[in-house]
């Protein structure tokens, strides 16, 4: 398949700057996958689409201050950089900018508290650092670092949590996992109230989600690995649902990819945590994941292709076009969709 069949034109206007408030508030599109229908509804309204046994797998990664700006050792010249994931220890792997003055062996300041020097250049045109410090790394970076927001978000976030799930438990992202953004933790409380199940993986959302495709036939696409967990009890949880004939629903992008990275025959998953660089677009025969609900996302995005694979193609490009029409806010901070896999029950 071709990258320029995933393009779409989207005027600057309609990317959302800020988040919804009440979070819940945000509009939600629902898009039956089987009959192309399309409805118009507000986020909260969700659970009048879900059924008391359905299980929702929610990813409870949170984001750390992963932007850090510093300057070089030598020059004072002004250098940041952007936490991806970490190797062992005191090796994170990052993005160095600018990358010409972030050769291996350049050393760079951050204050007096927190130092590092490039070690080694990855396969991505990323760097390997080595930080040097005293005292407890994570208060250090709460302090010094900044919340990385995508670069199409042009406004300043009042409340950094804003950024965060009302859910986000295990520290170790880059980005969000902005599906997850429109829920509170009353909404979380009605859900369990009407039998349905929650359910939690981790994935730590780097390089590979928001990586550009830069070639033109989508298959030679290489993305990046990102770590994940998936606990026993939420394994046990969703094997419990599909022997009931009940649905899994995933919150996000990110929580599809571990549980469709965990599964190895349909219907059925296991306990298990690693590494995953799973590509999904159209062709791809899902395992696990019923129904899904996701952000607006970028043209040519990988993230645009997974949904393609999951709902149609042509289903999805139609959504968005009435999404247009409809006035919905796009990206990060946008509005949300439900959606229902081509082949579920």
Same mark, same amino acid.
């Given at each position: 398949?071709?990258? $320029?069949?995933?393009?779409?034109? *989207? %005027?600057? $206007?309609?990317?959302?700057?800020?988040?919804?408030?009440?979070?819940? @508030?945000? /509009?939600? #599109?629902? *898009?039956? $996958?089987? =009959?192309?229908?399309?409805? @118009? &509804?507000?986020? !909260?309204? #969700? &659970?009048? !689409?879900? +059924? %008391?046994?359905?299980?929702?797998?929610?990813?409870? =990664? +949170?984001?750390? %201050?992963?932007?850090?700006?510093? =300057? &070089?050792?030598?020059?004072?010249? &002004?250098?940041?950089?952007? *936490?991806?994931?970490? +190797? =062992?220890?005191d090796e994170w792997e990052a993005l160095v900018k600018p990358g010409k003055k972030a050769r291996v062996g350049a050393k760079i300041n951050f204050g007096e508290e927190l130092s590092c020097e490039i070690i080694e250049n990855t396969d991505f045109g990323g760097r390997i650092v080595k930080f040097h410090y005293e005292g407890i790394f994570e208060e250090i970076l709460d302090r010094l670092g900044e919340t990385p927001l995508p670069p199409y978000i042009h406004e300043k976030l009042q409340d950094k949590e804003r950024y965060q799930t009302v859910y986000a438990k295990e520290r170790g992202s880059a980005a969000a996992p902005t599906a997850g953004l429109h829920f509170t933790k009353a909404m979380l409380t009605d859900l369990k109230e009407k039998g349905i199940n929650l359910g939690f993986v981790t994935l730590h959302v780097g390089l590979g989600t928001f990586r550009p495709v830069n070639v033109e036939k989508i298959e030679e696409h290489q993305m990046h690995?990102? !770590?994940?967990?998936?606990? /026993?009890?939420?394994?046990? *949880?969703i094997n419990l649902t599909k022997q009931r004939g009940n649905r899994v629903i995933a919150i996000g992008t990110t929580a599809i990819r571990t549980l469709e990275s965990a599964s190895e025959k349909k219907d059925f998953i296991e306990a298990k945590s690693g590494w995953t660089d799973i590509f999904i677009y159209p062709g791809y025969e899902f395992k696990i994941v019923d129904a899904l609900v996701t952000n607006f996302h970028l043209p040519k995005s990988t993230l645009l292709m997974l949904i393609s694979a999951f709902s149609g193609k042509e289903n999805i490009f139609h959504a968005y076009e009435e999404a247009k029409k409809c006035k919905y806010r796009f990206f990060s901070f946008g509005d949300a969709m439900f959606l229902l896999n081509q082949k579920s029950k």
């Open positions: 398949m071709l990258l $320029s069949e995933f393009d779409y034109d *989207l %005027p600057e $206007s309609f990317i959302a700057q800020t988040p919804c408030e009440p979070r819940d @508030h945000s /509009k939600l #599109l629902i *898009l039956d $996958s089987q =009959t192309g229908r399309i409805e @118009h &509804k507000i986020f !909260y309204q #969700l &659970k009048e !689409y879900l +059924k %008391p046994g359905d299980t929702i797998i929610f990813n409870d =990664t +949170k984001v750390i %201050p992963a932007r850090l700006i510093g =300057t &070089k050792d030598e020059t004072g010249a &002004k250098i940041e950089v952007f *936490l991806l994931s970490r +190797k =062992t220890g690995r990102e !770590y994940y967990s998936l606990p /026993k009890e939420t394994a046990d *949880l």
